[in-house]
C-alpha cells in the first residue's frame, strides 16, 4: 500500500518548501494588517522549530526528515542562510543546529497549581522575510524536481517527498502546471511524491480549504492550483479529519485565499508526523 | 526470601524499538521482591531523557517504604528536582532547553504485594496506574484481573503521562486508577508495557492463553535470543506494534 512506509534515521524521509517572494508579498494578508510575506516565514520558522522539536531525543536530533526552502521572486534558490546558505536539503540536525539567531518570546504555561506563569521560549529564526521582484513559480518547480528527484534517488524506499508551494498569485515565467506534473510523477517505492499549494490572498474571503471539487473555485488561476495540487494521503487526511476539516478522499492538498490562521493550520497539519510512524 | 519462607520470583525482559539501541529504550522496571513491591514506565518517545525519567519512578518506588502507595507530594517533587539536576546543563542548544523546559513523560504502573501475617485476612496486592502500562494476574492458567486496562480495543495514541516538570503534574489524581484484589501461593503477576499488553488482551480475547507464549520463552535457555526473535516476528505479522517492549513476571 502506497504512502504508508515508515520513516526512520535509515529511512528518512524529505520536506521542501517552495516560498513566492515577488513584490506582491510586502502587502498585507487577507484580514491582517501583517504582510504576507512576514506571515509565511512567520509560518515557516515555527514549522521548522516544530518538526526539530518533534525529533529531538536523549541523544540530539534525529534525522528522519532532510528540509530546504526555495524562495522564487528577484531570484530563484535556496533560501535558508547562514550556514545552510546554497543548500537546498539538509539533514534536520543541520537546521536544528544553524538558525540565523535565536528570539525569545513569552508564553503562559500552567504553573502546576492551576494557575499560570509567564516562560520564556526560545524562538529560532531561518528564514527572512523577502518581497521583491516577479513570480518565477515553474522555474522553483524545476529546481524542486531536481532535489526531490536526488533524494529519491538516495533514498529509493523512503515515504514519499512533500512539496509545499505557498504564493500569492500568477506564474511569471510561464505555465507551472507541466512542472508541477513532473514533480508529482517522480516516485519512491511507496508512491508518488505530494505536491500541496497555498494561495495567500490580500483579500479578506473565507479561505477554501482542502477542496474535493474544482468548480467551487472562484477563477482559471485558482482551478489551475487545483490541477497541481495532489490528492491527500491517507496519514494527512485522517489528520485534516482530526481537525474538524470536512475532507473526503477526493480532497486535494490546496488553500484558497489563506489568511494567517490558516497558512499555520495548513503547514501543520501537512506535515504533521505521528510518533507511531516514526521507527528508529 | 520472604519472612514466611516463600520466595518471589521475578524474571524481566525488554526488547528495543526496531531501528532503536537497547541504549535506547524508554522502558524502566524494577523489582524490590523484599518489600514485595515492583513498578514499570514507560517513557514518552517525543520527550528527552524520558528513559531516565522512567527509571527515577520506578526506582523510587520499589525503594518507598511508605505503606500508602499513591503519595504523589512525597514521592513525585524529589524525583521531579531529581531529574531537573541529572538534566541540567546536559546541552546548550535551544531544542534541548525547550524540550527540558518542557519536561519528560512516562506512563507508570506500581505493585505491591503484602507478605501474610501483616494484618489480619488473607494478603492481598494494591496497584496503581497512570497510563497504559499494565498488569495482569493469572491464577490457575486463567487471566483472574486485568489492569488498568481490560480490553485491546481501549489503548490510543495519548495515554495518561507522569511529567517531571510541575507544570506537568496537574489533575494527577484524576489520571490515577487504583486496584486491588486477593493474593494466593502460585499467582502470577504480569507487568508489561503498552505495545505487550494490547497484544495480551487480544490473544485472551481470542480465548488464547497468552502467558503460557511468555512462560516459554522466559525458560528458553537463551531467553533475551528467543524473546527478540519472538517479539521481531510478531511486528513482521504485524500483531504488535514497533514500540520499546518490556515484561516481568512475579511468581508468588
Redesign the interface.
Known amino acids: 500500500m502506497p504512502y504508508s512506509a ?1 520513516i ?3 529511512n528518512p524521509t524529505c520536506l521542501l518548501f517552495l516560498i513566492d517572494q515577488s513584490k506582491s508579498m510586502a502587502s498585507p494578508i487577507g484580514g491582517g494588517g501583517q504582510k504576507k510575506s512576514e506571515v509565511v516565514a512567520d509560518a515557516i520558522n515555527r514549522l521548522l522549530q516544530t518538526l ?3 525529533c ?6 534525529r534525522n528522519y526528515f532532510h528540509v530546504g526552502v526555495i524562495g522564487y521572486g528577484a531570484t530563484v534558490g535556496p533560501a535558508l542562510g547562514g550556514a545552510l546558505a546554497g543548500q537546498t536539503l539538509v539533514p534536520l540536525s543541520a537546521v ?2 544553524n ?1 540565523l539567531r ?1 528570539e525569545e518570546r513569552v508564553k503562559q ?6 494557575g499560570l ?1 509567564s ?1 520564556a ?2 524562538f ?1 529564526v531561518w528564514f527572512e522575510p523577502v518581497a521583491n521582484g516577479l513570480t518565477p513559480m515553474c522555474e522553483a518547480l524545476a529546481l524542486a524536481w531536481m532535489a526531490v528527484n536526488d533524494f529519491i534517488v538516495r533514498i529509493p524506499t523512503c515515504y514519499p517527498p512533500l512539496i509545499v508551494n505557498i504564493t500569492d498569485g500568477e506564474a511569471s515565467d510561464g505555465d507551472p502546471e507541466e512542472n508541477a506534473a513532473m514533480v508529482r510523477q517522480l516516485a519512491s517505492d511507496d508512491g508518488h511524491v505530494l505536491l500541496f499549494n497555498m494561495h495567500v490572498s490580500s483579500k479578506a474571503e473565507r479561505p477554501i480549504e482542502f477542496p474535493d471539487n474544482p468548480d467551487l473555485l472562484p477563477d482559471a488561476w485558482s482551478r489551475m492550483l487545483f490541477r497541481m495540487s495532489s490528492k491527500l494521503p491517507p496519514r494527512v487526511l485522517a489528520t485534516a479529519a482530526r481537525e474538524g476539516y470536512p475532507v473526503n478522499e477526493d480532497s486535494i492538498g490546496f488553500m484558497f485565499n489563506a489568511d494567517a490562521v490558516a497558512v499555520i493550520r495548513f503547514l501543520d497539519i501537512g506535515t504533521r508526523v ?3 510512524n ?3 | 526470601m520472604r519472612p514466611d519462607g516463600a520466595v518471589i520470583e521475578v524474571n524481566v525482559l525488554a526488547v ?5 539501541t537497547p541504549a ?1 529504550c524508554e522502558d524502566a522496571f524494577a523489582a524490590n521482591a523484599e518489600k514485595g513491591r515492583f513498578a514499570i514506565a514507560d517513557g514518552a ?2 520527550s ?5 525519567w522512567a527509571r527515577l519512578l520506578v526506582d523510587a518506588f520499589v525503594a518507598n517504604p511508605h505503606p500508602q502507595l499513591v503519595l504523589f507530594h512525597e514521592w513525585l517533587l524529589p524525583l521531579q528536582e531529581d531529574w531537573d539536576a541529572k538534566t541540567t546543563g546536559k ?1 546548550s ?7 527540558l ?1 518542557e519536561g519528560a513523560f512516562a506512563t507508570f504502573l506500581g505493585i505491591a504485594l503484602e507478605k501474610p501475617g501483616t494484618r489480619v485476612g488473607r494478603p492481598q496486592w494494591r496497584a496503581f496506574a497512570i497510563g497504559d502500562a499494565c498488569l495482569f494476574q493469572v491464577r490457575k492458567d486463567k487471566l483472574a484481573r486485568a489492569f488498568p486496562l481490560t480490553k485491546s480495543a481501549e489503548f490510543g ?1 495519548t495515554p495518561w503521562l507522569l511529567g517531571s ?6 489533575n494527577l489524581l484524576q489520571k490515577t486508577t487504583s486496584a486491588s484484589g486477593r493474593l494466593r501461593r502460585k499467582d502470577c503477576f504480569w507487568l508489561m508495557t503498552d505495545a505487550l499488553g494490547q497484544w495480551f488482551l487480544q490473544e485472551c480475547e481470542r480465548q488464547n492463553k497468552p502467558w503460557n507464549h511468555l512462560e516459554a520463552l522466559l525458560r528458553d535457555s537463551n531467553p533475551d535470543g528467543a524473546f527478540g526473535r519472538w517479539v521481531e516476528d510478531l511486528r513482521n505479522r504485524e500483531e504488535l ?3 520499546d517492549v518490556t515484561v516481568a513476571e512475579i511468581r508468588v
Open positions: 515508515e526512520s534515521r535509515n526539530v522539536l518533534s529531538a531525543r536523549t541523544e540530539g536530533i536544528a543546529d538558525p535565536i504555561v500552567p504553573d502546576g497549581a492551576g506563569v516562560q521560549i526560545k529560532p505521528d510518533a507511531k516514526l521507527r528508529g | 528495543p524499538k526496531r531501528g532503536n535506547e518517545s517525543q528527552m531523557f524520558s528513559g531516565l546541552s542548544s535551544w531544542y534541548a532547553q525547550t524540550k523546559q495514541n516538570r510541575a507544570a506537568a503534574s496537574e506494534r514497533n514500540d
